[in-house]
């Protein structure tokens, strides 16, 4: 099993910037890709970014440029940078990891293509 800890969280105002991590522990791969969900209240879960072992990156259109995703395979964590903040992007992020270090067929946007799944942090944005 892999456990996924998410931190970096919390309230900002619309404009601000925050940086979430996600640590990964547990039974250890060769290789493997992350990324981040969001669900936020009565909508449906939406991916946001992922990065593959290689650092190849993929992002939501609504967020691509405001939303960098990075990685530390020494310290097996990923990171979302999350800038020029919205109140649309309010909602309970997810790291995500899959045991493949890459993607294909559009892989990288399908819950269903990541094997574990953390418990969420919490991003809410004020106007």
């Known amino acids: 099993q892999v456990q996924l800890v998410e931190s970096g969280g919390g309230l900002v105002q619309a404009g601000g910037s925050l940086r979430l991590s996600c640590a990964a522990s547990?039974?250890?791969?060769?290789?493997?890709?992350m990324g981040w969900f969001r669900q936020a209240p009565g909508k449906a879960r939406e991916f946001v970014a992922a990065?593959?072992?290689?650092?190849?990156?993929y992002y939501a259109d609504s967020v691509k440029g405001r939303f960098t995703i990075s990685r530390d395979n020494a310290k097996n964590t990923v990171y979302l940078r999350m800038d020029n903040l919205k109140s649309e992007d309010t909602a309970l992020y997810y790291c995500?990891?899959?045991?493949?270090?890459?993607?294909?067929?559009?892989?990288?946007?399908?819950?269903?293509?990541?094997?574990?799944w953390g418990q969420g942090t919490q991003v809410t944005v004020s106007s």
């Open positions: 995500t990891f899959r045991v493949w270090a890459s993607f294909s067929y559009n892989d990288w946007s399908r819950g269903g293509a990541y094997d574990y």
């Open positions: 547990g039974r250890t791969f060769s290789s493997y890709s």
């Open positions: 990065i593959s072992w290689g650092g190849t990156t």
